[in-house]
């Protein structure tokens, strides 16, 4: 499929989808979240593709939130059914079974946060900002950065970051937790996908049934998420990718998987 406002590169196994409306730094109007909804299921179901890596065209944002231009006319209804867009976008990333990195280039604000909280992990440039300005603008965080993002980093910085707006660097982003780790601005997309590459090379079973054990764990009570975890462990001893696995451990060669 052709997108107007995305890239799609793929080789080896990692597809890279680059957000492209640097004349907007990027940011997220209807359009896009229409098409990046299509693009996650388009590369969740194409075979040559094992993760995704996210990033923003351009040098100077990730993706620098909603688009304000075309939220500022919305209604009341209108603003809402916006909100739900923006989430199942997020939330069709967190449902995918190929894992997403996010490579934060730049800005990363409001929905483009959210966007990067949507990934599985998030990887930052050093000249990268995080925040959620929302309250400068009258509004809050609607794409699930209030939920993600307290879930992730806990109830007192989440408030922090979110009733103040303002900017943090990728260092602080980083001793937050929000990032995993930050890079220099050229380095940035080669860790990331190397780190893609070295997940697009073990069994792809596991690690989508991992991130759904994650996810979906989550979600729910300790005991719950212990049973959850076992059922998956058990379903994986009925796939090939298991018995590969573990057969080319103990004939010492490199396992062959074919995700099935
Ligand atoms: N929406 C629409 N257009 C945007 C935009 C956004 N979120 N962010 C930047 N742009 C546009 C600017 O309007 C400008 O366009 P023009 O050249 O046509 O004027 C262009 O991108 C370049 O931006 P700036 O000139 O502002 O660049 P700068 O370097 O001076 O500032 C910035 C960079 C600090 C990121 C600034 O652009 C900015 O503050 N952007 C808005 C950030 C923001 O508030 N994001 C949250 C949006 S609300 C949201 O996301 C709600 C939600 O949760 C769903």
Known sequence: MEFKNLLIETADGVATLTVNRPQALNALNSEVLTELASAFYQLEYD???????????????FVAGADIKEMAAMSSFEGHQFALKGQHCMMAMEKMKTPVIA????????????????CDFIYASEKAKLGFPEVTLGIIPGFGGTQNLARLIGKSRANELIFTGRMITADKAQAWGIVNEVFAPEELLVKARETAAAIASVGPLGVTYAKNAIANGLNMGKEDGFRYEA????????????????????????AAFAGR
């Open 231 to 254: 059922s998956l462990f058990g379903v994986l001893f009925a796939t090939a990718d298991q018995k590969e696995g573990m057969g080319a451990f103990v004939e010492k060669r490199k």
């Open 47 to 61: 075979p040559a593709v094992r993760v995704v890596v996210l990033t923003g065209a351009g040098d100077k944002a």
């Open 103 to 118: 490579a934060v280039n730049g800005f990363a604000l409001g929905g483009g946060l959210e966007l990067a909280l949507g």
